[in-house]
C-alpha cells in the first residue's frame, strides 16, 4: 500500500488490538515483583504463626517438668534420707522419660549417672536442649 492510500478499517482494529494485548502484558510483567513481595510476605508470616505455636508448646512441656521436679524437690525435703535413694531413681526416670520424649536426635549416648539431679538449673536444661538441636 502507499502512503496516500488508507488502511482498512479492520487492520486498524487488530493492530490496536495487538497494541492493547502487548500492554495487558506489560502491565502484568511490572506485577510480579509485587505478587511476589505479597507471597513472600505470607508465607513469613505462617512460618512465624508456626513457630510460635511450637514454641508456645515447649514452653508449656518445659512448666509441666518444671513442675513435676518441684514436687519430687519437695517431696525430698520432706521424706527420710531413706527414702531420698527412692525419690532420686524417679528423678532419673523422669529424665530418661524427658531425653525419650524429646528425642536423642544426634545419637549420643546420654550419660546421666553425670547429672546431678539436686541442682539441674534453667540453664542446664537450656544448655541440653542445645546440645540435641
Do not use: Y
Amino acid at each position: 500500500m502507499s502512503d496516500g492510500e488508507q488502511q482498512p478499517e479492520w487492520m486498524r482494529h487488530v493492530e490496536w488490538i495487538t497494541i492493547l494485548g502487548q500492554n495487558i502484558m506489560a502491565a502484568a510483567n511490572d506485577l510480579r515483583p509485587i505478587q511476589a513481595r505479597g507471597n513472600l510476605e505470607l508465607m513469613m508470616k505462617r512460618q512465624l504463626e508456626l513457630r510460635r505455636e511450637e514454641t508456645k508448646a515447649i514452653h508449656e512441656k518445659c512448666d509441666n517438668l518444671e513442675a513435676m521436679l518441684e514436687d519430687m524437690r519437695k517431696s525430698t525435703h520432706d521424706s527420710s534420707d531413706n527414702s531420698v535413694a527412692n525419690i532420686s531413681d524417679s528423678l532419673a526416670s523422669v529424665t530418661n522419660a524427658l531425653v525419650t520424649s524429646m528425642g536423642n536426635t544426634k545419637g549420643k549416648a546420654v550419660d546421666r549417672s553425670a547429672v546431678d539431679t539436686k541442682t539441674l538449673t534453667d540453664e542446664d536444661v537450656f544448655r541440653w536442649a542445645e546440645e540435641i538441636g
